[in-house]
């Protein structure tokens, strides 16, 4: 025992006189190889995280899979390690490295128990949103024996290091040779971690559903498959792509030019989280009150919209249909969607979100897609309110006010406004709200809930109602059209929906629908019908939100833009596009496109990669 700590003290001091140079060498090898040791460990240890709320055994399928593994403990070893070459220190350099792992991946893991969707590379452009969202009394945060184990695993880790390994490291000019060994690793494991083919052949689906987006993404761990979606962040173009073939085929469809006698306004409301429940059977909800609403669906053109997401990510649905794209970008800078169009056509472009402009980057977005005004909370609806989020009977009002401006200015307007009165996540607690859901068999956090949800909900379709009576009245020609972005938040982790009896996993067709399925409306007043010459009403086809606006233009009778009218034939096909990894082709949904269907696909991407990525509209924008 003498000697143990004799040599200990040693340890300590490095460059004691006797110490030879071949002991020195060979404890800095222990070092860098006890530190790569403990870093992968860690790795191994945030794996616990990576499940979220999702079943245990999922563990046990990453351990049999030697690939997830590697993919997800390597690059927190690697960032272990480039951090013991800054410090020198192996207990510094595991707690700086190993802190931020466990950072990203605790912030991971309060995503998926919260609005049961992972972590992306590109949500770090949304830092802002995302702790706005997390604060006050939106989320709660809490911890686990999940979160415990790992912060256990990380202390311990940094201990063991500083009984183990003590002491500085090599000269500084050593070590950054080892900070740049571990960017270089970095690049070298960065085209296996971003290879598509690699990452589906890495699926892990013992205990998860292949079909909802989420538990994909789950299966990878959560290391690897947030590294790879920096692929989704930096988008390449599909196969077989040729920009100059793709600007020649999008030729042979010319934009076409709205008659003006034929020009009708048109304002879209996409509806936050509006959901009808009235179709799902849940046991002792009161459903009377969509009454309002089916009255206003039997006069208009309905249907159903298959989204990309599930109670959360709004902007997809939104800037789906606004742009066309079946998946989108990342908006840097002025981007082709209707909106440009129709300002080409002479239309006033605006809108209305009584909300943070930051909110989603909506103050810059907006403007790349062509508006040319948009209002929201701040120095506008908050002078009319002050409630968190702004209520329908305050946005509906002011969006016809400045319809009237327009008209009074001689010219249609094509407004789009999102709503946020609904907007969850929904009270757990008695609020005193009307109760629809009742139920021994309820505990009073999902009843309080749903009750808080379905009072605003019904109070948003009064006020839209009252909305489309203004319209009727309105001398002016303008349609309608609304829809919801995605099913609402219920409880973390979706335990409202499992007591209520609502599979949302997206298994089979019937979960994939009942996840991702919202509604929409499209509706005309008698100045726009005598216009089109036909009523706006009956049952329209599922389509993604990409083909929401070619159903509009459908109604107007208008070609639209050549983008578009290649969209029509496209959706015949395809009516579905979904980026959760489902497509329908020609009324079968699957995970594939059958084989005789794969030249029109690869021609439906790449015309959609050439919308994505070529501005079109400079000589609208100039004028």
């Known amino acids: 025992m003498k000697k143990f700590w004799k040599e200990y003290f040693l340890f300590q001091k490095e460059l004691s006189p006797g110490w030879s140079r071949g002991r020195r060498e060979l404890y800095y090898a222990y070092r860098v190889i006890l530190l790569l040791c403990a870093g992968l460990c860690m790795g191994l240890a945030l794996l616990v995280l990576a499940i979220g709320p999702y079943p245990r055994g999922t563990l046990v399928d990453y351990l049999c899979h030697w690939q997830t593994l590697l993919l997800n403990t390597v690059p927190v070893a690697l960032l272990v390690l480039f951090f013991y070459g800054l410090t020198g220190r192996t207990g510094a350099a595991f707690l700086l490295g190993g802190g931020i792992a466990f950072g990203f991946s605790l912030g991971n893991f309060y995503k998926l128990q919260f609005r049961d969707d992972p972590l992306y590379f590109e949500d770090m452009l949304i830092l802002r949103e995302a702790k706005a969202m997390a604060s006050g009394d939106h989320y709660t945060l809490f911890i686990n024996w999940q979160i415990l184990l790992t912060l256990f695993c990380l202390l311990l880790g940094w201990v063991l290091l500083r009984l183990l390994a003590p002491g500085v490291g090599r000269p500084w000019w050593r070590r950054g040779a080892l900070a740049l060994a571990a960017v270089a690793g970095a690049a070298a494991l960065s085209p296996v971690v971003l290879d598509g083919k690699i990452y589906a052949d890495t699926q892990n689906f013992g205990h998860l559903n292949q079909w909802s987006a989420t538990q994909n993404y789950i299966s990878h761990g959560f290391w690897y498959p947030f590294l790879h979606s920096i692929s989704d962040f930096v988008e390449t173009p599909p ?21 003006e006698e034929r020009k009708i306004s048109i304002v879209g409301l996409m509806r936050e989280a509006y959901a009808d429940f ?14 309002l609403y089916h009255a206003l669906e039997a006069e208009s053109y309905t249907g159903d919209l298959v989204t990309n997401i599930f109670a959360g990510g709004t902007v997809d649905t939104e800037r789906c249909f606004l ?5 989108l970008r990342n908006f840097r800078g002025n981007a082709n969607s209707y909106a440009w169009y129709l300002r080409g056509q002479g239309y006033a472009i605006e809108g209305s979100h009584p909300y943070y402009q930051w909110f989603y980057n909506r103050q810059n977005i907006n403007g790349y897609l062509g508006f040319e005004q948009y209002r929201y909370l701040e120095g506008d609806y908050d002078r009319m309110t002050q409630a968190v989020y702004p209520e329908d009977a305050v946005l509906l009002p002011e969006i016809y006010s400045d319809l009237e401006k327009c008209w009074a200015a001689g010219k249609p307007c094509f407004s789009f406004s999102v709503n946020v009165q609904s907007h969850g996540p929904y009270p757990t607690w008695d609020t005193g709200a009307e109760e629809y859901l009742t139920g021994a068999q309820y505990t009073p956090e999902c009843r309080n809930a749903m009750n808080a949800y379905m009072t605003t909900i019904m109070e948003t379709d009064r006020q839209l109602a009252a909305f489309m009576d203004r319209l009727r009245e309105a001398p002016e020609p303008v349609v309608l059209v609304t829809f919801g972005d995605h099913l609402p938040w219920m409880g973390d982790g979706n335990v409202f929906y499992d007591e209520m009896g609502m599979d949302v996993n997206a298994s089979g ?26 009523d706006v009403t009956g049952e329209g086809p599922a389509i993604s939100p990409c083909y929401l606006m070619n159903l509009v233009f459908g109604q107007l009778g208008w070609d639209g833009p050549g983008f578009m009218q290649a969209m029509d034939e496209m959706m015949e096909v395809f009516p579905i596009a979904s980026t959760t990894g489902r497509t329908m082709t020609d009324g079968v949904l699957a995970g594939q496109v059958p084989e005789e269907r794969l030249d029109l696909y690869r021609r439906f991407q790449h015309l959609q990669y050439y919308w994505r990525n070529e501005f079109l509209y400079e000589a609208v924008m100039e004028e």
């Open 323 to 327: 742009t066309g794209n079946y998946q």
């Open 278 to 291: 009235s179709q799902y059977g849940v046991p002792g909800l009161d459903v009377s009150g969509y009454d």
């Open 239 to 259: 196969p077989g792509y040729s920009k100059a073939k793709t600007a020649q085929l999008l030729a042979e469809y010319p934009d076409a030019d709205i008659p």
């Open 509 to 534: 067709d019937a979960g994939f629908y009942r996840r991702y399925t919202t509604r929409y409306l499209i509706w005309a007043n008698d100045a726009a019908k005598e216009i089109i010459g036909h």
